[in-house]
């Protein structure tokens, strides 16, 4: 099983402010089958990110993903007061797994 | 546009069976493979397993024992049975579609909370 692990845990920014999130894999990891969600309080995940880098149907572009093999970046540019969320990244080994999430709050 | 529904009881007795079904609308279950997922209150997102719309499942390692997954193709439902409930599987539960090209889940279910208690 392929282990994530999501750094930093909470990220305290300003909006306008840049966010790099970061997720690590405990195995090379198909950067084909990376994805990254967003969840925002009392609400589902919704995906931003697939194959590590294309993103979902209505996605800002102020949202990019990269990385391949074990490292993969979710960055988001300009941080606009809905973007305060937390960020779980996602891959598909033999099965699905989750990191643990990287909250972004407003510093 | 495809939704998915949750739906089965909010509370549930320790040592009992939680069952929930995701019902399907505006698209076919066919072509995708279905999920659950669930979150504890305060923690994070962890997969329990899926079922392909020809009926094949994998489930999480940890949960294996206790977990069973199926599929009603003519109802546009999959189902979740989880059995001999802890106070541990007290979480929001979350249905979802994952491609089978890149294995993203792109829709989900709102979620339903279950708690485990007497």
């Known amino acids: 099983e392929i282990v994530l692990t999501q750094s930093p845990g909470t990220l305290s920014l300003s909006p306008g402010e840049r966010a790099t999130l970061s997720c690590r894999a405990s195995?090379?990891?198909?950067?084909?089958?990376l994805a990254w969600y967003q969840q925002k309080p009392g609400q589902a995940p919704s995906l931003l990110i697939y194959g590590a880098s294309s993103r979902a149907t209505g996605i800002p572009d102020r949202f990019s993903g990269s990385g391949s093999v074990t490292d993969f970046t979710l960055t988001i540019t300009r941080l606009e007061p809905e973007d305060f969320a937390v960020y779980y990244c996602?891959?598909?080994?033999?099965?699905?797994?989750f990191g643990q999430g990287t909250k972004v709050e407003i510093k | 546009q495809v939704q998915l529904q949750e739906s089965g009881p909010g509370l549930v007795k320790p040592s009992e069976t939680l069952s929930l079904t995701c019902t399907v609308s505006?698209?076919?279950?066919?072509?995708?493979?279905w999920n659950w997922i669930r979150q504890p209150p305060g923690k994070g997102l962890e997969w329990i397993g899926y079922i392909y719309y020809s009926g094949s499942t994998n489930y999480n390692p940890s949960l294996k024992s206790r977990v069973t997954i199926s599929v009603d193709t003519s109802k546009n439902q999959f189902s979740l049975k989880l059995s001999s409930v802890t106070a541990a599987d007290t979480a929001v539960y979350y249905c979802?579609?994952?491609?089978?090209?890149?294995?993203?889940?792109?829709?989900w279910g709102k979620g339903t909370t279950v708690t485990v208690s007497s």
């Open positions: 195995q090379r990891s198909s950067s084909s089958y």
């Open positions: 996602q891959q598909y080994g033999t099965s699905p797994t």
């Open positions: 979802a579609r994952q491609s089978l090209i890149l294995y993203y889940m792109d829709v």
């Open positions: 505006g698209g076919s279950i066919s072509g995708y493979s």
